[in-house]
């Protein structure tokens, strides 16, 4: 039985960090829109400078937006077919564990919680281990020019790295923006 704990232990430490990581994407779309007829997009700047981030990470950000499009072949323009809008949403996220432990050793007697120096017996602890950490929202906006209507919009959820390393930050933002765009065009969503 311990065995099969020991080995179960590092697993489970393996996928609570590998949850952290990830981004959750959600994707929705106006199913009247023909997304073969946009190629050219430019970012909706209105819509930009209203995002509650830093300027330096809104440019990350498009950045980042702007090598997925090139990857999907868009165009940027200075009459576009598509206007591209972010937003963010951030939380504090705090997680709770709630600890309750039983073990064998000097010091504890019999009841719970008397402490008796000369026997030796069983008890029992409790405790909860508290940890935040920052759960930011990033949407993606594609609004076609003519209509002026949203006809794609991608979220992805995921924990922030608060951190003062650059490159890691840019390689978050950088990840988030590529889950998120996976989603693009719709047609895909169908065969995921």
Do not use: H
């Amino acid at each position: 039985m311990k065995k099969k704990i020991l080995f179960l232990l590092p697993l489970a430490l393996l996928l609570m960090a590998s949850s952290c990581v990830s981004v959750r994407v959600i994707a929705d779309y106006d199913r009247n829109a023909d997304f073969n007829t946009y190629k050219t997009y430019a970012f909706y700047k209105t819509g930009i400078d209203k995002a509650m981030i830093s300027d330096l990470d809104k440019k990350r950000i498009l950045r980042a937006i702007e090598n997925e499009m090139a990857n999907k072949g868009f165009v940027k323009s200075e009459n576009p077919d598509l206007l591209v809008s972010i937003f963010t949403k951030e939380r504090e996220q705090v997680d709770i564990y709630n600890n309750a432990g039983w073990g064998w050793g000097w010091g504890w007697g019999p009841g719970w919680g008397f402490w008796n120096p000369w026997m030796f017996g069983g008890g029992a602890g409790w405790g909860n281990n508290i940890s935040t950490r920052t759960e930011g929202s990033l949407y993606i906006d594609l609004i076609d020019t003519k209509s002026k209507d949203l006809i794609w919009q991608g979220r992805g959820v995921g924990t922030l790295n608060n951190t003062s390393n650059i490159e890691k930050k840019e390689e978050r933002i950088r990840e988030f923006v590529t889950e998120i765009m996976e989603k693009y065009p719709p047609n895909s969503l169908a065969s995921n």
